[in-house]
Nanobody
């Protein structure tokens, strides 16, 4: 089984910064992409950013230039550096990864439990 554990959420003022982390643990042989989604109250869960195992990245237009996703493959960890935060960034942020199990014939998606990010003065 695979677990994704997020950390780093919290309350920050507009214009501030936060860094989210997500570590994958358990029994698996490889991770394809790792990424972050967010879900605000009453809204659907949307992609924020993802990074592939070779370092290619993709960002939602709303966060380009403000957020940076990075990955430490040795630690099976993905990070999301969030700068110039706005009130509209307030949401629960979920880590997502596509993982190859030890004996699986295809990769499977996994989700973290979510971490709250609140941007407010």
């Amino acid at each position: 089984q695979v677990q994704l554990v997020e950390s780093g959420g919290g309350l920050v003022q507009p214009g501030g910064s936060l860094r989210l982390s997500c570590a994958a643990s358990g029994s698996f042989r490889a991770i394809n992409y790792m990424g972050w989604y967010r879900q605000a109250p009453g809204k659907q869960r949307d992609l924020v950013a993802y990074i592939t195992n070779d370092g290619s990245t993709n960002y939602a237009d709303s966060v380009k230039g403000r957020f940076t996703i990075s990955r430490d493959n040795a630690k099976n960890t993905v990070y999301l550096q969030m700068n110039s935060l706005k009130s509209e960034d307030t949401a629960v942020y979920f880590c997502n990864a596509e993982v190859w199990g030890l004996l699986s014939m295809r990769p499977s998606p996994y989700w973290g439990q979510g971490t709250q990010v609140t941007v407010s003065s």
